[in-house]
């Protein structure tokens, strides 16, 4: 299994940045995808779900109506759409799946929101 996200950078506040997940080794379009983000000094949390097939989504609260999750399965990516971002988000942005009782992860991407 490989995830490689992409996408990240600085940005100012109330601007948008759109992250991509590349994923391989497993067969993407079975699995739920879910982007974490991990803030300096703080525990990784969970950001982002969409099932496999349908694309239902769930977000947490501090991203609801700001972040979209979407997945391409012909392509074997999982985005996520951030708009009207703060200095809060600042944070590494993980991809990951959970696939047969492990979670797997990328090496993340630094997204930093700052004047």
């Known amino acids: 299994v490989q995830l490689v996200e992409s996408g990240g950078g600085l940005v100012q506040p109330g601007g948008s940045l759109r992250l991509s997940c590349a994923a391989s080794g497993f067969t993407f379009s079975n699995y739920f995808m879910r982007w974490y983000r991990q803030a300096p000094g703080k525990e990784r949390e969970l950001v982002a779900t969409i099932s496999n097939l349908r694309g239902s989504t769930n977000y947490a609260d501090s991203v609801k109506g700001r972040f979209t999750i979407s997945r391409d399965n012909t392509k074997n990516t999982v985005y996520l759409q951030m708009n009207s971002l703060k200095p809060e988000d600042t944070a590494v942005y993980f991809c990951?799946?959970?696939?047969?009782?492990?979670?797997?992860w990328g090496k993340g991407t630094l997204v930093t929101v700052s004047s």
């Open positions: 990951n799946v959970l696939r047969s009782g492990v979670n797997y």
